[in-house]
């Protein structure tokens, strides 16, 4: 079974910085284009960032305002998610989730990912 565990949330203050970390097992990595998305309660799901599977090429959220960095590590199986300068209106559960489109640039529709995590909690306090 494909799986997909994200780690690396937590309470922070404004201007701090996090790390997010996604592990997946079950089918190649490589087969995969990966993204995160975010969901506070009462928003919809919020595409944040994704990055392609062979070229590393990044995409990015029209609201991330180059806060966000996204990156994989293929020999560990694992996407990362850096987030800088980290604000209130960040708060949200971060959902790491993977894809098997042939052609990948970055979709922002919640529907085109076929594996999700459970999601970590992040906070930013004033």
């Known amino acids: 079974q494909v799986q997909l565990v994200e780690s690396g949330g937590g309470l922070v203050q404004a201007g701090g910085s996090l790390r997010l970390s996604c592990a997946v097992s079950?089918?190649?990595?490589?087969?995969?284009?990966m993204a995160w998305f975010r969901q506070a309660p009462g928003n919809e799901r919020e595409f944040v960032a994704g990055?392609?599977?062979?070229?590393?090429?990044?995409y990015y959220g029209g609201s991330m305002e180059g806060r966000f960095t996204i990156s994989r590590d293929n020999a560990k199986n694992t996407v990362h998610l850096q987030i800088n300068n980290l604000k209130p209106e960040d708060t949200a559960v971060y959902f790491c989730?993977?894809?098997?489109?042939?052609?990948?640039?970055?979709?922002?529709?919640?529907?085109?990912?076929?594996?999700w995590g459970q999601g970590t909690q992040v906070t930013v306090s004033s």
């Open positions: 989730s993977a894809t098997m489109m042939e052609s990948y640039s970055g979709s922002s529709y919640w529907g085109h990912y076929d594996y």
């Open positions: 079950g089918r190649t990595f490589s087969s995969f284009a």
């Open positions: 990055i392609s599977r062979s070229s590393g090429t990044s």
